[in-house]
DNA sequence: AAACTTTGTTTATTCACTAGACAAACTATT
DNA sequence: AATAGTTTGTCTAGTGAATAAACAAAGTTT
């Protein structure tokens, strides 16, 4: 059955539209509100004063007079409730616990290696509670858990597939649902991380944004018009497998010349042992060691190896400029450790490459939340629909 | 200023779902209206009662009982108002007539070469009149004009660039305007081709659609979550300039190994000749004139490189498979005349390389309006147009 | 001190939708 | 043939959310 639109639908967008105008221009009055969105002084007053019952604003008492009498002015309550965002990561996990405004209040992250999918849920369980027993008393305490996972997760929340973990089918979703009894989101990473970015980081103003995720692989999470994109079953972003070289190196996906074997985190690695590059005695090659060689010996090996990654990822961010004219692209996750470097070529090769028409206006930014995007956009999922929830049940 | 909902909204919209439901089950009863869409009986009767007044919709008489009083059955009344769709090609001008639900009434084509931007206008002016004569007696007559061309257009209908014409900023949409005194979209080929085969072709039922128009060059329409993307500033879609040979063919871009340099009617041309393949006597080289080659004389070297086309195709989808997660792939333009050929290898590359999990229920057709997409999909725009108007002002 | 401004509440009105009654027109059953 | 039940479509009364406008409160400006 198709949407129909009654009265309910009007009050519902209307207080919800109260209620982000007062989030995004806090301390704000309730004339301002009504100037700002077009709806009558008298509706506004109304809703105000039901949002204010549910708690989810507050008086904060007289502002400046602008001539006549002292608004009283309005804020968002962003500590009724609290998120737990988890970054389920192939050797890691970062966990954060955040008010309804995206700040972190804890974060705690622990590493693994090569363990299976009981073990990591173990460490899960572990996770929750810790995040759970840091949330301050407030009135409707943790709201929700999102989860984002290095894989291809269904519409309905299923894990069909992460190769980096070996995972097939998982239904974490029912199992953490059914042991903490809370709304559960769980997300692709890049897809999470595309989100934080549009709500808390550099994305804010922006509405048509595509977020590359670099680390081992390369994901790509893709917010148009403003709304996160995820295709027929939601498995939208694995532009990583794109064919960059038509005779190129073998992937594991039974494809060849995919971007990611030339731009990513294994890129640098099996280039580094091509080029015979050698970290620290007694260090291990990784990337961190990579950007310790580059920043402290300033070894010009190093730094143009990443010279050669950025001038790579240039090349499949253009193919993505030319596609889908986004206002910004977004570069985040492990890589950013790397931008001092890799940022001139890439830059270059997009300014060079890309079609001129596709450059106006086209921002090119590296993530500011760095490693939390994806923590904080699985965060920022659970507030939403807890919102959401709140605004329809009355 | 935000959208502010009222009741205002709510009629427009709850007018519209009557009116796609009446288009979409013709004939239908009030009854089935208001079951279908979960609206009060009494406010269908209503809403279908100003859709009769504004001659929208008809009602055609009795229909077969089920078991009590004989319903009335309802029509969307396509006759009341015609649109008209030019698709303006390099070397040709293809003009329809439709109704209000796409049914070509009249088209006409028109072929020439290398003329100007004002010699291309006066053509333009004779289809524009000879399609309106056309037009039988209606209430509405002509509703609006839709153009469909093959360069960049801005979200205001400028056309900025459109290389294979050499056009700069040249204002159409404004001249049409005032000469017809009509509403008058401009639009991209290959966006309005998707828009067509959303609305009239082989996209109708879904919602995640990648149409991929080839002739010259190659240029992509993508309807996402059922609407036409059109990028930050209207500039998505081109894919033709996707690299796919890190050193490869050199292109009029600035970059090179672009795909359709591989894999569009340019490539097969160029092929030919590096082939020697020779058309009939007296003929000249064209996509034509080898389809004939293949087609009549079997000719084993056109219908190889029709093969090996259609795998460069099916490589450039493989990409935007994974990237997007579409429900279905439309190939369209005039590279459907060597269908035939190019859907076996075009096919076999994508079930072979794209990751299977974007190959659940993925749909791989080619374009049923074949040369005809884009025309249909302005008339559609102005179709669309006319009918959002007509349910705004009153 | 008087006049003007701005803020926020209150009241009366409007408008679209819903529920439910009802009439009309048909089918099924006795 | 009469009665009962069903389906369709209209009509009426009522609800709820928004708006316009009046008004009170609390300022500033002259």
Redesign the interface.
Known sequence: ???????H??KK??KT?VLE?IKEHAPISRADVAQ????NKGTVSSLVSELINEQLIDELGPGESSGGRRPVMLLFNQLVGYAIGIDLGVNYLLGILTDLNGNIITEKKINYENISYEEIRERLWDMIDFLKSKAPDCPYGIIGIGIGVPG?VSNEGEI??APNLNWKRIQLKEEVEKKYNLPVTIENEANAGAYGEKKFGAGKDF??IVYVSVSYGIG?GLI??GNL???????????G??????K?LDCR???NGCWELYASEQAILRRAKELKIQPNKGEELTLDTLVQLADQAEDPNAIALFEEIGEYLG?GI??IV??????QIIIGNRITAAKKWLQPTLIDRIY??A?K??Q??LQINFSILTTHSTALGVAAFAIENFLEVDLIKK
């Open positions: 059955m198709a949407q129909t639109w009654n009265q639908v009007v967008e209307n539209l105008t700002r969105t077009g709806l291809i069909l597939l509405q048509d790509v148009l018009n994109y995820k295709g027929s079953h939601g498995f939208s972003g694995e532009f497998h794109m064919t960059i070289e038509l190129g996906c039974g494809n090349l253009t193919n030319n596609s889908f004219n986004p206002d060079s490459y079609l028409f596709h106006t206006d």
